[in-house]
């Protein structure tokens, strides 16, 4: 049942992006609309990648003197687990949801 929430709590984040493009496209005149949500929509992408890249592993990889994570820890999704949970994570869902549910708040 935590599985099937987080699913759809990641769903529901996924849907606010978008519609903050929207509401930032209200905020400028009509001539700059498409180009507000083309900016938003490339920013959504390029912060997906480095997410997937190295900022996962900076903010729940081992620690590094206490402030940061070690970007090795989990460098390209090397070692997030498909299936069991996070060590550290309170909830038990798998990791990859874990890590998408979290990138969504990141983009």
Same mark, same amino acid.
């Given at each position: 049942?935590d599985?099937?929430f987080?699913?759809?709590?990641?769903a *529901? +984040?996924?849907?606010?992006?978008?519609?903050l493009a929207f509401?930032?496209?209200? !905020? +400028?005149?009509?001539?700059?609309? !498409?180009?507000?949500?083309?900016?938003?929509?490339a920013?959504?992408?390029?912060?997906?990648?480095?997410?997937? $890249? =190295?900022?996962?592993?900076?903010?729940?990889?081992?620690? *590094?003197?206490?402030?940061?994570?070690?970007?090795?820890?989990? *460098?390209f999704?090397?070692?997030?687990?498909?299936?069991?949970?996070?060590?550290g $994570?309170?909830?038990?869902?798998?990791? =990859? !949801?874990? $890590?998408g549910?979290?990138?969504?708040?990141a983009?």
């Amino acid at each position: 049942s935590d599985t099937t929430f987080m699913f759809m709590c990641t769903a *529901l +984040v996924q849907f606010m992006t978008p519609g903050l493009a929207f509401f930032y496209g209200g !905020l +400028v005149r009509s001539t700059n609309i !498409l180009t507000i949500m083309l900016q938003n929509f490339a920013s959504m992408g390029f912060v997906f990648v480095l997410w997937w $890249a =190295v900022l996962f592993s900076l903010c729940f990889g081992t620690s *590094l003197g206490g402030i940061i994570g070690n970007p090795a820890t989990y *460098l390209f999704f090397r070692d997030v687990p498909l299936y069991d949970k996070i060590s550290g $994570a309170t909830l038990d869902i798998p990791g =990859v !949801l874990y $890590a998408g549910y979290q990138g969504m708040f990141a983009v």
